[in-house]
């Protein structure tokens, strides 16, 4: 394998955490999650959100973010992280892996949740597709390669995520 992390970016509710743990295991790589460590160090999100606002949550996720880019593993970045322009710049040394999910498939997955960015209004659906509509050009800017989650075993995109990290294509190639 090249070295540098492989980045999974994409929409709440996309799968990354779940998806990046068995890349990492199948590739024998330590696996780093930015929000799970932003809430290790610094409690709930939606606290941080309620207590200290957005802007602090962005500069404690910026943080995880480096920490994770150090581990050259598998990290799974939270879904606004990549619109911080450092971070955009810092994974052009990346492999990154766009997940995108249908929004019928995340319904049952945000609905309901405590996402501090999906509260205050009566569809947090809407909000989740106004949101991925917002960050869709990001994402697919960022993306080496894109996996969709919508349909089928999450294990058939760990896999063909390991097998593309294995295979990257060369110089030259789509």
Do not use: C
């Not at 659906?125 to 949101?131: D, V």
């Amino acid at each position: 394998m090249t070295a540098g992390a492989i980045v999974l970016i994409g929409p709440m509710g996309a799968g990354k955490t779940s998806i990046g743990r068995r890349v990492a295991k199948a590739l024998e790589v330590p696996f780093f999650d930015t929000d799970a460590a932003v809430t290790g160090a610094h409690g709930a999100i939606e606290t941080i959100f309620a207590e200290h606002g957005e802007a602090r949550f962005r500069a404690l996720e910026r943080a995880a973010v480096v920490d994770g880019l150090a581990t050259d593993g598998v990290v799974s970045l939270g879904g606004g992280a990549v619109l911080d322009p450092q971070t955009q710049r810092d994974l052009a040394s990346h492999r990154v892996v766009l997940l995108t999910v249908a929004p019928r498939v995340v319904a049952h997955r945000v609905n309901g949740s405590k996402r501090p960015l999906l509260q205050g209004g009566d569809d947090a659906m809407a909000r989740w597709s106004e949101i991925f509509a917002e960050r869709r050009p990001v994402y697919d800017a960022l993306a080496d390669v894109t996996f969709d989650t919508s349909s089928g075993p999450l294990q058939q995109v760990v896999d063909a995520i390991v097998a593309w990290a294995r295979n990257p294509p060369t110089q030259g190639e789509a």
